[in-house]
């Protein structure tokens, strides 16, 4: 079975410096990897996937994530974060085949960008 | 196109009584799920349905039970409401297919904040 480790609890950082939150997996077959937002009192939000070709993705705000095989790891970050990234971050993680509609995710990271 | 709703937003049961949280999307998603979400544990998946007529456990299935009737809705029922059932609930759905088109993403409604006292 699979398993999602998200390294930090939480990460405060100030704003417009970088940051990086990090996500390991373990699984022994090909997996597809994904990073979720939920801002306060909201549902999860899709913010970028790796399925396949190049490693590394990225999102429409500046967001972006690399695909480590040989790490199994898909760390996220962003050069210059804003007030509005503060939410909360969910590692996930699907396998291939039959069962890859199932995501297993990470016990999440908090982001607090402070001015 | 409203994407995933879930009713109601909050709701406060007494330890014994029952309850069924709605899920309704309008994507013409095959695949449904319920998660619960606890403070620093994620989510869990508590039960999934591939298709209409077709459910199957997930990770934290006891006391809870699902029906899939028709492809929009996904209601979650709880039968004996426990303290331990406190938490917050999200319904979610995405598309995938045994051909080459397979979207992966999972598209979450609000959630619903549960009390159980």
């Known amino acids: 079975a699979q398993s999602v480790t998200q390294l930090d609890s939480q990460v405060p950082v100030f704003e417009e410096a970088p940051v990086e939150l990090r996500c390991n997996y373990s699984?022994?077959?090909?997996?597809?990897l994904f990073w979720y937002v939920q801002y306060p009192n909201q549902g999860l939000q899709l913010l970028l996937k790796?399925?396949?070709?190049?490693?590394l993705v990225e999102s429409i705000n500046g967001f972006e994530a690399e695909f480590n095989k040989s790490q199994t790891s898909f760390h996220l970050r962003k050069p210059s974060v804003h007030i509005s990234d503060t939410a909360e971050y969910f590692c996930?993680?699907?396998?291939?085949?039959?069962?890859?509609?199932?995501?297993?995710f990470g016990k999440g990271t908090l982001l607090t960008v402070n001015p | 196109n409203a994407g995933v709703t879930q009713t109601p937003k909050f709701r406060i049961l007494k330890i014994g009584q029952s309850m069924t949280l709605q899920c309704t999307q309008d994507?013409?998603?095959?695949?449904m799920y319920w998660y619960r979400q606890d403070p620093g544990m994620g989510l869990k998946l508590i039960y999934y349905?591939?298709?209409?007529?077709?459910?199957d456990k997930g990770e934290v299935p006891n006391g809870y039970n699902v029906s899939r009737s028709t492809t929009e809705d996904f209601p979650l029922r709880l039968e004996l409401a426990a303290p331990s059932q406190t938490s917050v609930y999200f319904c979610?759905?995405?598309?995938?297919?045994?051909?080459?088109?397979?979207?992966?993403?999972?598209?979450f409604g609000p959630g619903t904040r549960l009390t159980v006292t």
């Open positions: 979610a759905s995405s598309y995938s297919t045994s051909g080459r088109f397979t979207s992966y993403e999972q598209y």
């Open positions: 699984s022994s077959v090909s997996v597809y």
């Open positions: 790796y399925l396949s070709g190049s490693t």
């Open positions: 996930a993680v699907s396998v291939g085949g039959g069962s890859n509609y199932k995501l297993t």
């Open positions: 994507m013409n998603h095959n695949y």
């Open positions: 349905s591939v298709g209409a007529g077709i459910t």
